[in-house]
């Protein structure tokens, strides 16, 4: 009996007319979809971006991967959400896995395709390259995100400030992931910096409820969900004549 | 008379169904679609793309961008092809222009989006997110590119061995774009920090004619083409388990 394949599908940043043409049709194929759960019941951002293109009789898993860092709650989650795909793909049905952003970029997706290789090698799994959010963040902003001899760090949810100095040191264009919880800290090293002024807040990108916050010199504080971006380009003022 | 909006379209690495669905639509509403030409009057990458999706009354501009450093032969091409788009602008026609990878990364949209701007403050500009070749390359080869904490680098064309260097020093994940040049310097500091079989070498991604090396030691010399872009993750025998 052959397996069912598992697919991680890229769906964008949050405008459903971002996802690919591949990741669609590859979505619309799986006699089954997983995403992400939602947190207190609502839908997944994943599960929103999807949902008018999803068939009635497609048979729909909503997976919990909680916001923790403990190893052991991490990894007995990653198992129960393993278990719940892998009776399908037992069967030979094939499993798409909806993923907001793409699909190797601190993705969800990575923990649940590596328990279940590693609990079944023989799996084949298929990814698909969607649009990620730094990307998005840069055509919302209508501005190159590099050009020329520019580098480019990106950096994940940030708990220590020596990273965001190391990589102004070091890169052109800084990225910060998931800014919120650290965001005061950040502002300070921008305005010791000088940059207040060349960042970019993003929220909740490409969705009906984007929020952009520039020049940040007018936000020392804020309040900002899950989804929060910035970008940062120290030569703004050099090159980014748009 | 209102001008035509011109429109920034990511049509991503090379397979035409890596484009997204808002940026087809795009492509397939204006009246005029312009796109970099190729070399010795051969189709250009995002032409090929793009080209089963064109109908035959769109117009299509093919605009010269030479490969040079030189900034005044640079200026002047900007500046002609500005010339071969803007009459269409101003009389109300939109314009597409399509876009290898993403709009925002190392696109030479932005020169063409800057000229013309410049020229014409009023026009309205519109950029289409996509694929960039990073994310594609780590998803055909079925690796998390980032995951956790790990921190990514990304070097455009490296001329100056002291980046790669600084970048290997501060981020797990390191992208070098367009290695083609420098692939035997790269390959001496991969060797000398032990890293040749943590290193992926991708040419011409998700088209026909992709090429994948790996491990690289068994590579220390390569003939490259210019669309050849390596991924390296230090981290990877810790956590890539795919």
Not at 101 to 106: C, V
């Amino acid at each position: 009996m052959t397996f069912g394949i598992l697919h991680g599908v890229s769906v964008g940043p949050g405008d459903p007319e971002l996802i690919t043409l591949k990741g669609l049709k590859i979505l619309q194929s799986c006699p089954v979809v997983a995403f992400p759960a939602g947190l207190q019941g609502r839908s997944g951002v994943a599960e929103q971006i999807i949902n008018s293109y999803l068939k009635p009789e497609q048979i729909r898993l909503s997976l919990k991967f909680p916001y923790v860092q403990k190893e052991e709650i991490l990894e007995q989650a990653w198992q129960e959400a393993a278990a719940e795909v892998w009776p399908y793909l037992e069967k030979g049905m094939d499993v798409a896995f909806a993923c907001e952003g793409d699909i190797s970029f601190y993705s969800t997706f990575t923990y649940l395709a590596q328990t279940l290789k590693s609990n079944h090698p023989q799996l084949g799994i298929n990814y698909i390259a969607g649009v990620s959010s730094p990307f998005a963040g840069a055509s919302t902003l209508g501005l190159p995100l590099t050009c020329q001899e520019e580098k480019l760090a990106i950096l994940p949810a940030l708990y220590c400030p020596e990273e965001l100095e190391k990589a102004l040191d070091w890169a052109e264009v800084v990225v910060l992931m998931k800014v919120r919880l650290v965001y005061g800290q950040v502002w300070k090293i921008l305005a010791k910096r000088g940059l207040l002024d060349q960042a970019w807040l993003l929220e909740k990108i490409s969705t009906a409820e984007e929020k952009i916050y520039h020049p940040l010199s007018h936000y020392p504080q804020l309040s900002l969900s899950y989804f929060s971006l910035m970008l940062i380009k120290q030569n703004q003022n050099k090159i980014g004549r748009i």
